[in-house]
Every structure is written in structure tokens, then in C-alpha cells.
């Protein structure tokens, strides 16, 4: 369940972080609002998470789904440069975090 409720706050990590590039430096009243409560949650969430996982793994996984996601949403909804070498990185990055759940117990 854990491992869900990691994966859940990183999506979240996701909304708040676009939520947060529509807010114009918290000039926009709605994004900045989304943005702050998809902050909290996905925190929230993570510290869930945190009473049964190790904190380096699940962080890594946290900070990684956020990554990931906010870069291809980036490149797919907001026109985003793409290039090789960008989604390299990516993927080093995916399987990083897949690497770190194989390993954890």
C-alpha cells in the first residue's frame, strides 16, 4: 500500500508543478491555489509513504515520478523542446527508479 500511496504523490508532484508554471508567480489566483493544495497533499502523501519505506528510496521515486512526468508533460502539452539526448535522460531516470523498487525489500 505503500508503494501506491508513493506513486499517487508523485502524480501529484506533476499537477502542482504545472499548476504552479500557469499560476505567473502567484499572480493567477486558481493555479496558484491548485498548486499550493496538490503541493500539500502530495507532501502529505509522502510522508505516509515514508513510515514504512526506506526515506532515500522513496524519495528518489518521489522526486523521480515528478520529474519524469512534469518533463513529458512539458514536451507533450506545452511544446517543449524534445531531442535524444533529453529523452535519455529521462529514461535514466525511469530506470533508476525502477532499479531502487527491484531492490527494495
Do not use: H, Q
Not at 517543449?80 to 530506470?95: D, K, P, T, Y
Amino acid at each position: 500500500m505503500a508503494w501506491l500511496i508513493l506513486i499517487v504523490a508523485g502524480l501529484l508532484e506533476i499537477i502542482w508543478a504545472i499548476a504552479l508554471k500557469n499560476s505567473d508567480g502567484f499572480r493567477k489566483i486558481w493555479p496558484s491555489v491548485v498548486g499550493i493544495s496538490f503541493s500539500a497533499l502530495s507532501f502529505v502523501l509522502l510522508t505516509a509513504a515514508l513510515k514504512s519505506l526506506p526515506v532515500g528510496t522513496a524519495y528518489a521515486v518521489w522526486v523521480g515520478i515528478g520529474a519524469v512526468g512534469v518533463a513529458v508533460t512539458g514536451i507533450v502539452l506545452l511544446g517543449e523542446e524534445v531531442s535524444l539526448s533529453r529523452l535519455g535522460f529521462l529514461a535514466m531516470i525511469v530506470i533508476g527508479v525502477i532499479g531502487l523498487r527491484l531492490v527494495e525489500n
